[in-house]
């Protein structure tokens, strides 16, 4: 067919020339025929009276073979003027929204919802500019004020006076670029306003009308800075400017007296301001990925702040008495520029320190004995060349990642830290362990360096209980986390002066009575450690050490200087007259003094089959909270914890070979975390479900074989980890009874069926059933998390 035939084709006699009918498309009866809108439908090609590769082939079929075309009547001119032309007038999906558009996104159910429930909710509705009837929905509508009493005594929910006052406003994810000045007009209700993910380049002064916000989120869109009237807000609490294009903060910020969470990160700024100090409620201070090259002096006056975030950033140090910051848990200084680390004395509330890819060379000694209840130490990346011994004294530490340093050895001392699960030493030349014992993995590592110090120690002549080990673990235990060298602190409360030092002298009882007898004055004797009295062992039965150590240190004929146990003051009454009386005289001062001071009782690895009561009543005297006997051999809870159900709030007992929990556990009316795994535990008690202040249970590695009914009475849990035990079945029920539940750790049990109703615990969002013999969900679900597993199981519930 040529070009004048082409031009001469009618083109309306192609069926699948019809337009197609923009109501149909969008809600409409949807027809077959009409999907084919310009091209024509492919299997009528070679029919159609136009077609001019069919003509040329003499009617030939197509050479492409195709469906057999379904039979349908030809249409002709006369049929086809019957019916008229279909208008097509798309609407395209990417078109600039129109007033009334953005009306409409209001509606009534919204509208009636939002004045019930005082929560508005517009995210994520692609509006361009706010509604303008949102800005009086605080004020009752003529429709509310002109019915009857009749038609408000059938639903008189509805009635203007029971109307709540919108106090929550969400306008995230739109592309608003402006906010009206209107929103003052909800300033006498108005307590969370979140406008991120938007195109905002500024907002309105009239924002700081809003009296009552509490919490305002302007991240991820094109801030510069906040109107002056912003700092005036009262009420605000929690501001979030992260995402934006900041390039310093105002020095009014300061003026935000009651703030206590603030977000800058990932702007471009270059300094803070030098006021930023008087934010002394702030508790959460975030300025990651910014430009920041010096920290003010004044930011240690925000005595309240618990979490400080300073990754990414141009620092080459920290401020020299960051220790002012008491309250600090959390501390983020990756990818900095940093030279050193400071002593941290003062922060001994400190949990996690992260201060990987920087230049640090040198771990400061003095920072290992001020930081007891360091709980994550990353300082990966960096010029690290060695570790030092005092390692062992960050005796809560859970995991050390020192990869990518030029450490060449490790301490031996690392073997003593209890709670060590993760080790993490790649990248480094280590000669003095091989490379198959550190691919390996933490257990392995900490093995070997435990059987080098065993070595060591019998190289030297002497046990373990006597050797720098072991003074790496009794001594640092039992003095809450600091050798004893004998001295008091400058700022202990009851230092006494030179003058009266002879009150303070410190020695075993056995070794006062025989040297009082042979007429030596006693205030000449120095410290006497009680591991090497024998005869203190057999009159003191519950013991503190095992046998065998105070007879190998006898035998070594060692004076140790060390007061590694509880200690006698010199006084006027035979020693022995006041055995049962020396719970406050008796112990060493700086003991007490480090309890008094962390509030934790920790002793770990000293073989522990039973513990005093009066080290538990010395600790509540001392308002203990924290309480850590992990990896001894203690057989049940030791009978003195009953003397502090009322102030533990952390109670640790894993790794022992308790066999059973007394019911006294059911005292503890303030306990939130519970540490019984690797133990040999199979139940507990009933009277364990009434601990509604307990929020994470951690039983794993025992013998349970099913979860204890007492556990589902657990109102407050939030975290229950019963992994590697023997569990052969889930009750469903139980765990649906728990409200808060959001972490179950379920693996290597011997679950064979994972009932499908679990998928309906939506609460739960964190899920571990990996290691179990069932065979629904599979691996590959598994893997995939939790939700792909609870969607799995609530499609395989049966209707």
Aim: glycine share 6%; proline share 6%; with cysteine.
């Amino acid at each position: 067919m040529n070009f004048c035939q082409a031009a001469n084709t009618d083109f309306s006699t192609f069926v699948g020339s019809q337009e197609c009918d923009q109501g149909s498309a969008f809600g409409g009866d949807f027809d077959v025929s009409p999907c084919f809108t310009h091209y024509g439908c492919p299997n009528e090609m070679s029919d159609l009276p136009g077609n001019g590769r069919a003509a040329a082939r003499g009617g030939a079929a197509s050479r492409i073979p195709r469906c057999a075309p379904p039979q349908r009547q030809r249409q002709t001119p006369t049929t086809m003027a019957r019916s008229p032309r279909i208008n097509c007038s798309f609407r395209p999906v990417f078109h600039e929204r129109t007033t009334n558009e953005d009306d409409s996104v209001l509606t009534q159910q919204l509208w009636k919802l939002a004045r019930k429930t005082g929560h508005l909710n517009l995210s994520n509705k692609a509006l361009a500019k706010v509604p303008e009837r949102l800005y009086d929905i605080n004020e009752a509508d003529a429709d509310s004020k002109a019915v009857n009493l009749e038609q408000l005594t059938i639903k008189e929910e509805d009635a203007w006076w029971n109307q709540v006052p919108l106090t929550n406003l969400d306008l995230s994810s739109n592309t608003l670029t402006h906010l009206s000045p209107k929103i003052a007009n909800l300033q006498q209700s108005l307590t969370v306003l979140t406008l991120h993910d938007n195109a905002l380049v500024e907002l309105p002064p009239e924002i700081g009308k809003l009296e009552k916000l509490m919490r305002l989120n302007v991240s991820h869109n094109k801030l510069s800075q906040l109107p002056r009237e912003t700092y005036s807000l009262p009420e605000l609490r929690h501001l979030n400017i992260s995402y934006n294009a900041f390039n310093e903060l105002d020095p009014d910020i300061s003026d935000l007296h009651m703030l206590e969470f603030l977000d800058a990160g990932h702007n471009n700024i270059q300094s803070l301001p030098g006021g930023i100090g008087f934010l002394v409620r702030l508790t959460a201070l975030l300025l990651p990925h910014n430009h920041i090259k010096e920290l003010p002096p004044d930011l240690v006056n925000m005595r309240s702040l618990q979490k400080l975030d300073l990754m990414q950033n141009d620092l080459t140090c920290l401020p020299e008495d960051m220790g002012l910051l008491r309250k600090l848990e959390c501390l983020y200084l990756q990818h900095n520029d940093i030279l050193e680390l400071p002593n941290f004395e003062g922060n001994e509330a400190l949990s996690e320190l992260h201060a990987s890819n920087n230049f640090i060379m040198t771990v400061p000694k003095a920072m290992c004995s001020n930081l007891p209840h360091l709980k994550i130490l990353d300082l990966r990346d960096n010029k690290i060349t060695e570790l030092p011994d005092e390692l062992c004294l960050l005796r809560n530490l859970n995991r050390l990642d020192v990869s990518n340093n030029t450490i060449s050895m490790l301490p031996v001392t690392l073997s003593s830290l209890a709670h060590l699960i993760s080790l993490q030493v790649d990248g480094n030349p280590i000669k003095t362990i091989r490379r198959d014992i550190i691919q390996c993995g933490t257990t392995r590592i900490l093995k070997t360096l435990h059987e080098r110090a065993l070595a060591k120690a019998k190289e030297d002549g002497s046990d373990v209980a006597g050797s720098t080990l072991a003074a790496g673990i009794s001594v640092t235990r039992l003095s809450g986390g600091q050798a004893d060298d004998g001295e008091l602190p400058n700022k202990y409360p009851d230092r006494y002066q030179q003058q009266h030092q002879f009150q303070y002298q410190h020695q075993c009882p056995c070794q006062y009575h025989q040297q009082h007898q042979g007429g030596v004055a006693p205030h000449g004797y120095m410290y006497k450690s009680l591991s090497q009295c024998q005869e203190y062992h057999e009159q003191i039965q519950r013991h503190l050490y095992k046998p065998e150590s105070y007879q190998s240190s006898l035998a070594s004929g060692q004076q140790s200087r060390e007061c590694r146990g509880v200690m006698y003051q010199q006084q006027q009454q035979h020693p022995y007259q006041q055995k049962h009386h020396y719970q406050q005289q008796a112990v060493h001062p700086r003991w007490v003094y480090k309890l008094r001071h962390t509030r934790t009782l920790a002793v770990n690895l000293e073989e522990l089959t039973e513990v005093p009561e009066q080290v538990f009543q010395i600790a509540r005297n001392e308002g203990v909270h924290v309480v850590d006997f992990a990896r001894n051999q203690l057989s049940t809870l030791p009978s003195g914890l009953q003397h502090m159900h009322d102030l533990v709030t952390e109670l640790v007992l894993s790794h022992n070979l308790i066999g059973y929990v007394p019911q006294f556990i059911s005292q503890f009316t303030r306990i939130t975390f519970l540490n019984l795994s690797n133990n040999l535990l199979s139940d507990l008690p009933k009277e364990f479900g009434v601990l509604n202040t307990l929020r994470e249970l951690n039983i794993a590695n025992n013998r349970f074989e099913f979860i204890p009914n007492g556990v589902f009475e657990l109102q407050g849990l939030e975290i229950l980890v019963a992994s590697e035990n023997h569990i052969k079945m889930l009750n469903v029920s139980g765990l649906k009874s728990m409200p808060r539940l959001s972490t179950l750790d379920l693996r290597n049990n011997d679950i064979d069926l994972i009932p499908p109703t679990l998928g309906n615990l939506t609460k739960i969002t964190h899920l571990e059933l990996v290691g179990n013999p069932f065979r629904q969900p599979r691996h590959q679900i598994l893997m995939k998390g939790t939700e792909a597993i609870m969607s799995y199981l609530r499609d395989r519930i049966p209707t």
